[in-house]
């Protein structure tokens, strides 16, 4: 039996994914202030998720330079289209 090796394949492209009411944007510095806002107004969604709520901005930074370095995931900002104002994380 032939077998036909397995080739590596292209990693997904970082770009901006725009939804009917939120707009994906890979994840960058940019968004630490709107993710640290929204991630201290709803502590409890990182109830099932492997890392702790950011103590402050820095904190949050902090983070986002640690993921934005991963292999493992791609990390997306979800941005609400009517506020411009980033409101939650994604990973794909």
């Not at 394949?9 to 960058?28: C, H, N």
């Not at 409890?44 to 904190?59: C, I, N």
């Amino acid at each position: 039996m032939n077998q036909i090796p397995a080739l590596p394949r292209p990693r997904p492209e970082r770009i901006v994914i725009e939804g009917r009411y939120v707009r994906l944007e890979p994840l960058s510095l940019a968004h630490a202030e709107d993710l640290f806002l929204a991630s201290s107004e709803e502590p409890e969604r990182f109830d099932y998720l492997p890392d702790a709520p950011p103590r402050d901005v820095a904190d949050m930074r902090a983070w986002i330079e640690r993921a934005m370095k991963s292999d493992d995931y791609l990390f997306y900002t979800v941005v609400d289209r009517a506020s411009g104002k980033a409101c939650g994380r994604q990973s794909l």
